[in-house]
């Protein structure tokens, strides 16, 4: 079972519905974080991804933020939705990313007002110069619905696994 770490949003928390369907396809980290008092935060994650040997990274608005700065960092994949990219409310420095080959998908809500979304796409398109998905749902708003949050949840376990030697030579036997 793949090792993913969890990054909830800003003054979030991963909900138990979530999190029930995150530990059916993974093994999960999901701390607490406080982002507004915590500095050195993505120093913190960078040890934590380590430590713990994380496999792929998940995350929502500030969570999704840090999921692709950390996930380009260690070339690992990541699934974010409504990531603050285009707009972040805390001031953060994060380092410039021009190359990553990992696996990077974006699912975004067109009406999502806290981090608005036409606003992160042109973000996304006019910053990230590598391949990644980006998934467009018209009515999903900033909070992920839990009917999404398993589709996307289940396409990200399955693309994950579709490319692993492990899975393959299981799919074989």
Known sequence: MSKILYLHGLDGSLSPE???VLERYFDVTAPQLDYRNTPDMYEKLNQLIQTKKIEAIIGNSMGGCFAFYLSAAHNLPALCFNPALGFRPL???FPDIQHS???IVFVIGGKDTVVPARQNVEWITCNV???FVLKWYDELEHRID???FEKEIYRFYYDLNALTPNHCKQLLK
């Open 101 to 103: 080959n990992n696996t």
């Open 91 to 93: 001031n953060l420095d």
């Open 129 to 131: 110069h590598y391949d």
């Open 18 to 20: 979530k999190k029930e």
């Open 146 to 148: 839990i009917d999404i």
